[in-house]
């Protein structure tokens, strides 16, 4: 059974869990921001992770997997997440997990894309 043990860094719950190896879990040392864009921008969330071995991160986004068969959305080789061409669809909580043998961490944050309004 895993433990769970939650730390707050700058107002964020970042879930450590650790699998009990001799490596510690790894750390999110910044995980992505709460942000709110236009539609048809280009999004950035930021993951930023250390460990022993280095982790492996994937995202999610309210809890499913982000898919890499979309061709707006792609994984950087820094951890953090890229999305083209944001639609309002996008909005939603996106959730950072790196992992590795010795356990996981997670570190969540919420992408609100927002339409423009012509007024007349």
Known sequence: ???LHPQTVSGF???IAGA????????????????SVPVDSTV?????????PP?????????TVVSPVDSRVSL????????HYA???DSGFYTCVASSPSGE???????QVEGVFIYT
């Open 44 to 52: 950035v969330l930021g993951c930023q992770t250390v460990g022993a």
């Open 105 to 111: 961490a997670s570190w969540t944050a919420y992408l």
């Open 13 to 15: 719950e970042n879930r």
């Open 76 to 83: 950087m080789e820094t951890g953090s997440l890229k999305i």
């Open 1 to 3: 059974m895993q433990k």
């Open 20 to 35: 009990g190896s001799d490596h510690p879990p790894p750390v999110i040392r910044q995980g992505p921001v709460n942000q």
């Open 55 to 63: 982790p492996a991160v994937h995202w999610k986004k309210d809890g």
């Open 87 to 89: 639609k309002l669809g």
